[in-house]
Each structure stands twice: as C-alpha cells, then as structure tokens.
C-alpha cells in the first residue's frame, strides 16, 4: 500500500528544493573510493585491506557438479572448496547457471566465485540443514577461518518460504490468500501462517528442553523447521571479503558475520520481501576493522544493523563492535535504514555511516536496546544521509525495545553491565521529508540518553520533536518542519542546547517541558518573534541567551 503524503503545507515545496539541492550537491562530490572514506573516518581507522588469493581456478564442474536446476550439487560444491583450501587456495568458479544444493561450508583461502548469470537455489528439503549449535545450519557458512571471499555477480536464493511464518498484519489479503493456498498452518488466534506444523510448535517443544541436562543436537530436530538458519554468516574470521552477490529470500537474517575483522562488503544486494519475518539484510554482530560500501538492500526487517553481544572483558574499555564504516549505501524497505541494536551488550564504539539514502523504511536512523541486553554505545557519527517517505520516526533513540515498560511508581531499576548507554552520537547533514516523527529520544531514568549532537540537519514530520530522559542534547542549524504548534516536547530532559532552530509559521511554542529533572534548557541565535518559548509545568528551566 502507498502511504499518504504527510507534507501537506506550504513549506512543501521549498523543502523539497532544498533537499534536492543538498542531494544534487552530494551527488555532485560522489565518487569516493573505500579507501576515502576509511581514511575521512572521524576516528582513527585502521587499514581495511582486501584478501588475495592464488591464480588457481577450481571450476564446480570438474567435481561433477551440474546446472539443471534439479541434480543436488552439495557434493562437488564440498570437493571443489576442499580441494582449492589444501592446495594452497584459489578461486572455487561458479559458472553461469541453474545450481541447486545443500549447506555449503567456506574454508580458508579459498574466493568462492559466482559469475553473473549463475544462480545458486539453496533446497528446500530441510532435512540436509542438520542442527549447528541450536539453530539449522546456516545456507553458507564459514568458521575460524583467514582469506576468504564471496564475490561475483550471481544470486543466491535462500528459498526462505519454506522456512519463514507470515504474519497476518502484514501482509495484504491477496498475499494471504496465496500463501494459504500453497499450504502451511495457522496459529489458533489466526494471525500466523507457519509452513508447517512442527515450526509452529517449535517454540512450545523447546520449552521442554529447558530442564534437560546437555541437549544433542538429535533432541532439537523436531524444533528444526522453527530453528531457521542464517543464509550467510562467516564467524570468527579475519580478512573477509563479500562483494558482489545478490543474496534473497532468506530465511531469516540474510548476512549476518559474526566475531570478524578486517572485513570488506561491497557492492553487495539484498532483497528481502517487505513481510519477511526476521528477513534482516545485513547485520554485523561484534565485528571490528570493517567496511560495509556501495551496498543496496530490500528487507524484511532491519537494513544494515549493528549488534554487539557476548563480548569478553569490559564492554566500556573494549568494545566488541568496532572500528565501522558504512559508506554509500541504499536502504529501500525495511525496519530501519541504519539500526543499532538491539542487543548492545557487547559495546560498540566508532561507527560511521555517511553518503547513505533510506527510502521507506520504518525508521530513518533507529537506535534500540532495553533493560538486559544493553551496553555502552558511544563515539558514533552520521552525516550526509538523506531519507524520504519514513512511515514512524527519521531519527530514533529508544531503551524500551520490544516489551519493555516503564518503571512503575516506586518501581527503581540500578545500572548494570546491561544498561543501555547511548552516548557521543553526532547526526549531521541529514535531510529527511515525509516522517510520521522526527525526532524522538527516549532514555531510561537510571540512564538518560546522553551527548546527542545534531548539526545542519532538515527534516519535515507530522510529529516535530520529543525528548525524555535525557541530557546534553545540541541542536545546531536544525530546521524542523511539522503542522505540530509545539515544536518540541522535553520531559525530565536537562542541559539542552537549541542553537539557530528553524520551524514553520504555525508554531507557537518552541518547547514545552516537564518532569522535576528538567533544567539548563538554552535557546540562543533563534528567530523567537511570535513565539511562546517556554511552557509546561518546567517552563522555568527554558531560558533564551
């Protein structure tokens, strides 16, 4: 379905020019090699260097693989990856084709190499995944390994289907009608639609493993259909390189490397349908020394997301997530263009996205934890990102992710190595039209969201600006466009700094602000005339310089 056009007022059309002033501008000064952008990092980045690989070329079809689409290739895909890693690696060569074929498990030195024209379609039969740590193996796998690649053109098709439940709520009644009719069960509240009955009843049959001493992976499979594998994860692994592939149809996460440094992906597509459950495009789980560059992606859920889990030591001092650039990427559909979280308790520390286009997305720049799978986040910096048609928020900082709840009275929660902190972000040159919100900033009363710096950034929403729990928040040149006669709402938000704030004509108030916690509110260089600058029951707390 099409959403409505939420810029309905004059500023309309002044805004629009104005973004595709600064987009032309931007385009304009495109052309940036990886290498800039590693070296234009505003932390010191350390080199991202490519693996190399020997000259020699080791073809699927000298070990008998065949491209008709219906001959089960898994075998010679093993003796072909087998082969080039013990003599010395190479190329594995995927030519053009119809490829068919079970889990494929990288190994090290070796450039798994599909040509444009080749088509590599993972089975359906879910009984070649066998059970890997919990969870049915992953499509295309690596572990512990040093030089290796997945480059070429060619497409690889996860055939998530079989795997993934539908949700009613998303999908239109014609794709629901469909889906009913090539099988499957639905839930007995009716919103469901599992491919089978054993991934409905997956999660309920788990449960009766919790009491059992050391699980093999024999008592997990009658839960296999509910364990969804990863379509493509390298783990604990060192100089990787993706460039190239098209990757759809995932069963759950499409790329999702976990534990890896000095990693390169590059002109990498993702797609992902819009009701994919769980259908992230590309997710970097504590990985450091790494470049995501020139990717496009259609997903399900988050687009290019960050998470940090299990790190060892302290997360504050040695962040799993590391040393991140995301440089010149496209995010169509999906939950958040640029997302962090929601597990954080890894720490992460210098990300920087840059040069980036969301295009309808659920949130523009989503940044989510809560309560127990949270940690400290800090030294994180975009700029030049421009975003259009965001159905809920252009920017979002939320510590209640999923079922959290506010504290209720009397109710206190005591900081932990699983807090949620989110600290030392710095949004600049970002431009976004047609939000449902703008900005929204939601911090925990233990731990306010912190050191927030917005600079030159334009952003036209139905709802302006909201912020609570939160402190050292700086708006430098930001211009906020909304039918909304308060621009911004502050509850028990402090040392705020507004700095040559721009809004439209119908504003009447430039904040309003409550909760006991809220003070050092600072307007300054700001055009007050016909404004109310202060309400609410902390009006007290706003001062103009």
Request: net charge neutral.
């Amino acid at each position: 379905m099409m959403k409505k056009n939420l810029l309905k007022w004059p500023a309309t059309a002044a805004l629009v020019s104005l973004l595709f002033v600064h987009y032309a501008n931007a385009q304009q000064s495109t052309g940036h090699d990886m290498e800039y952008y590693i070296t234009h990092a505003p932390f010191k980045m350390p080199a991202v260097t490519e693996p190399h690989f020997n000259s020699k070329i080791y073809n699927i079809k000298d070990y008998g693989a065949v491209a008709d689409g219906q001959t089960l290739n898994t075998a010679a895909f093993e003796k072909a990856i087998t082969a080039c890693s013990t003599g010395g690696g190479g190329t594995v060569l995927i030519p053009p084709g119809l490829w068919l074929t079970g889990p494929i498990e990288l190994k090290s030195n070796v450039n798994l190499h599909a040509d444009r024209g080749a088509l590599i379609t993972f089975s359906t039969d879910h009984t070649l995944y066998p059970i890997v740590n919990g969870k049915a193996q992953t499509l295309l796998s690596g572990t512990k390994l040093e030089n290796v690649a997945i480059t070429g053109e060619g497409v690889y098709d996860g055939g998530g289907e079989t795997w993934r439940p539908l949700k009613k709520s998303k999908a239109s009644p014609t794709l629901w009608s469909d889906m009913l009719k090539a099988g499957g069960v639905v839930s007995k509240d009716g919103s469901m639609l599992w491919p089978t009955k054993e991934a409905m009843e997956g999660e309920e049959y788990l449960k009766t493993l919790k009491g059992k001493a050391n699980p093999t992976a024999q008592d997990y499979l009658p839960a296999r259909d509910f364990l969804r594998p990863t379509m493509v994860s390298v783990q604990n692994s060192k100089n990787v390189l993706i460039d190239g592939p098209t990757f759809k149809n995932s069963p759950q996460f499409a790329l999702n490397p976990k534990n890896c440094t000095n990693m390169i992906i590059r002109n990498v597509t993702i797609f992902n349908e819009y009701w994919a459950q769980n259908g992230d495009a590309i997710d970097l789980s504590s990985c450091k020394n790494s470049v995501v560059y020139r990717c496009t992606v259609h997903a399900g859920d988050d687009g290019i997301c960050m998470k940090s889990s299990g790190g060892k030591g302290d997360a504050l001092n040695d962040a799993a997530l590391k040393n991140i650039v995301i440089a010149d990427c496209i995010v169509y559909h999906a939950h958040g263009g640029f997302v962090i979280g929601s597990n954080t308790d890894g720490g992460m520390q210098n990300v920087y996205v840059t040069n980036c286009n969301f295009v309808n997305t659920d949130v523009g720049i989503r940044v989510k934890s809560s309560r127990g799978r949270g940690g400290p986040v800090r030294d994180i910096y975009i700029d030049n990102v421009y975003m259009h048609d965001i159905l809920n928020e252009a920017v979002l900082f939320s510590t209640y992710y999923e079922d959290e709840k506010p504290a209720q009275p009397g109710q206190k929660f005591e900081v932990n190595s699983k807090t949620p902190i989110f600290s030392d972000f710095y949004i600049s040159h970002v431009y976004g039209s047609g939000a449902k919100s703008a900005i929204s900033i939601t911090g925990l009363p233990e731990r306010p969201v912190s050191k927030i710096h917005f600079s030159d950034v334009v952003l036209s929403a139905t709802k302006p600006v909201d912020i609570t729990e939160a402190s050292t928040i700086t708006m430098d040149n930001v211009k906020i466009l909304s039918p909304q006669k308060t621009l911004i709402t502050a509850n028990n938000a402090w040392d705020i700094s507004l700095k040559n704030i721009s809004f439209d004509a119908n504003v009447n108030t430039l904040i309003n602000a409550t909760g006991e916690k809220s003070k050092g509110i600072t307007v300054s260089d700001t055009d007050l005339k016909n404004v109310k600058v202060g309400a609410g029951s902390a009006a007290g707390a706003v001062k103009v310089k």
